[in-house]
């Protein structure tokens, strides 16, 4: 539980709990396994078999079977046991500040990664990229990657799985790392599992961390996931991606070199803006040993459960 202190600055009851462990793995094991072998066979396909055909209701109720129903009971109980929405899952208002700093801060990092995952291929290839024709329309694509998947993914590993363990004090890194590698394995292919749990780690749990406020991560989220990261869908042959590769990258550096500085003093302006939020520390107390064990135990179950489930 959260409280606020005379100054208003939220404080942390910190009580040594197994609960957030319980819970984070009981929604991993529900995700990687239930969800895949009992849920989408015998409940979610009925469902789609007896609808009209629609990418998009498709992907909302695949979404929700996957992400949004641990979120969904979460909320249940909280409203049973009338605790606050929107303190159990940090729904907060942003700043103007916020998001301008936000949505430059993740276009500058967007840019750089995006040159990384189509430059070096290019460059250090033999300049020849196959082009493959988009199987969804512009429009379904960009709310599927840009509505569904940030809501649902938000709201679980920002959200839900954060805020139990935040209820109890534990420290920023350990909440970091386990929600950033649950967020990571999620994901299928050993690059994309790699790269979302170091962005879990070191993007979306500080902005979390200072604002306090479940919009921030979503915000960066959209932005990344919105962000083009492939000229392919907005051409229609060979002969006009391989044009259109090449132009792609220049905008790209030119969009990285403009962006970057103003990345680097709008990071700064944003931790000042709201270090004043971050929840200050329970009282001091003696280390539970049964948390620590089960804290990484937990991270190792994570881990092997990569190759077993993801590969």
């Known amino acids: 539980m959260v409280k606020k202190t005379e100054s208003g600055i939220e404080k942390r009851e910190g009580n040594p709990s197994l609960r957030p462990i319980i819970v984070t793995f009981a929604v991993m094991l529900y995700v990687l396994f239930i969800a895949q072998e009992v849920v989408f066979p015998h409940v979610l396909s009925p469902i789609l078999n007896a609808l009209p055909s629609s990418y998009l209701g498709n992907m909302t ?84 990657r840009s509505v569904l998947v940030v809501i649902f993914e938000g709201f679980l590993f920002r959200g839900l799985l954060w805020r139990e363990f935040d209820r109890t004090g534990t420290g920023f890194w350990k909440i970091a790392l386990v929600t950033g590698i649950t967020f990571g394995i999620v994901h299928n292919g050993i690059f994309q599992i790699g790269h979302t749990t170091l962005s879990g780690i070191f993007f979306y749990a500080p902005l979390i961390y200072f604002t306090r406020s479940i919009w921030a991560p979503i915000l960066h989220h959209v932005v ?58 329970a009282e001091p107390q003696k280390k539970d040993k049964r948390f620590e064990i089960a804290f990484w135990a937990l991270i190792v179950l994570l881990i092997v459960a990569v190759p077993v489930f993801r590969m």
Not at 253 to 280: L, M, Q, T
Request: charged share 15%.
């Open 224 to 281: 990344m996931n919105t962000f083009p990261s492939n000229p392919a869908n907005f051409v229609s042959s060979q002969a006009a991606y391989e044009t259109a590769v090449p132009i792609f990258l220049i905008v790209l550096v030119v969009i990285a070199a403009v962006s970057i500085p103003f990345a680097v003093i709008f990071i700064r302006k944003f931790v000042a803006e709201n270090k004043h939020r971050v929840a200050k520390k």
């Open 61 to 144: 109720l695949a979404y929700f079977f996957l992400f949004g129903l641990p979120v969904a009971v979460y909320i249940v109980y909280k409203l049973v046991t009338r605790q606050s929405l929107s303190a159990a899952l940090f729904i907060k208002s942003l700043s103007l500040k916020n998001i301008l700093y936000i949505v430059i801060i993740s276009l500058a990092i967007r840019s750089v990664f995006v040159l990384f995952e189509l430059g070096l291929p290019f460059i250090f290839g033999d300049g020849v990229m196959q082009w493959r024709p988009s199987q969804t329309s512009r429009l379904e694509s960009l709310i599927h």
